[in-house]
């Protein structure tokens, strides 16, 4: 079955240390990939997709996210968290038939 | 800019109980979505509409029905709620069904008792 999966529900890391955030997907095709941020009671926002122009996609906040075919992994990452990075952050593919496929979420907690 | 508008934000009912969870647009987008966020589980589908007119079944449909009233509602009706259905609806809308960037409302959090 065609499917996202999230390695970590969970991510803590110290306010002005590296982000990563790992995804792997299975896929018989290079697919749509995207990357949705969702904070605290709010809805899911685009942070960045891949559609297989570059391999390095940047998004916003300062976020970026690398597409390995060769890994099946589309890790999102960000060189420096900020406080306001604490959010959470759905890896997401596109199937065949143009539905979105969600993955179960990885939780960013920031400490000051 | 509403962008996404969902109503109600908050309710509560009793098994069997039925009730309609509305969503209006004003991005003059062609689709629209409605999921489910339950914990560690990401959002399912539940039904989307590609097009005005059209809709179609999505991952986790049974219990639920839609309407498209128009270009700008999707509305999505419980007509028996069950316990199961506790969740945090979402609906969202997009260009079209291929693009992949959807517009999310703040969603609507629905408790069975």
């Known amino acids: 079955a065609q499917s996202v999966t999230q390695l970590d529900s969970h991510v803590s890391v110290s306010e002005g240390t590296p982000v990563l955030l790992r995804c792997n997907y299975s896929?018989?095709?290079?697919?749509?990939l995207f990357w949705y941020v969702q904070h605290p009671n709010k809805g899911l926002q685009l942070l960045l997709k891949?559609?297989?122009?570059?391999?390095l996609v940047k998004g916003i906040n300062g976020f970026e996210a690398e597409f390995k075919k060769s890994e099946t992994s589309f890790h999102l990452t960000k060189p420096s968290a900020h406080m306001s990075d604490a959010a959470e952050y759905f890896c997401?593919?596109?199937?065949?038939?143009?539905?979105?496929?969600f993955g179960s979420g990885t939780r960013l907690l920031v400490r000051p | 800019n509403a962008g996404v508008t969902q109503t109600p934000k908050f309710q509560v009912l009793k098994t069997g109980q039925s009730m309609t969870l509305q969503c209006a647009q004003d991005?003059?987008?062609?689709?629209m979505y409605w999921y489910r966020q339950d914990p560690g589980m990401g959002l399912r589908l539940i039904y989307y509409?590609?097009?005005?007119?059209?809709?179609d079944k999505g991952e986790v449909p049974n219990g639920y029905n839609v309407s498209r009233l128009n270009k700008r509602e999707f509305s999505l009706r419980l007509e028996s709620a069950a316990p199961s259905q506790t969740s945090v609806y979402f609906c969202?809308?997009?260009?079209?069904?291929?693009?992949?960037?959807?517009?999310f409302g703040e969603g609507s959090r629905l408790t069975v008792l």
């Open positions: 969202a809308s997009s260009t079209g069904t291929a693009r992949g960037e959807l517009f």
């Open positions: 896929s018989s095709y290079s697919p749509s």
């Open positions: 891949y559609t297989s122009a570059a391999t």
């Open positions: 997401v593919r596109m199937d065949s038939s143009y539905k979105l496929i």
């Open positions: 991005m003059n987008h062609n689709s």
């Open positions: 509409s590609a097009s005005e007119g059209t809709t």
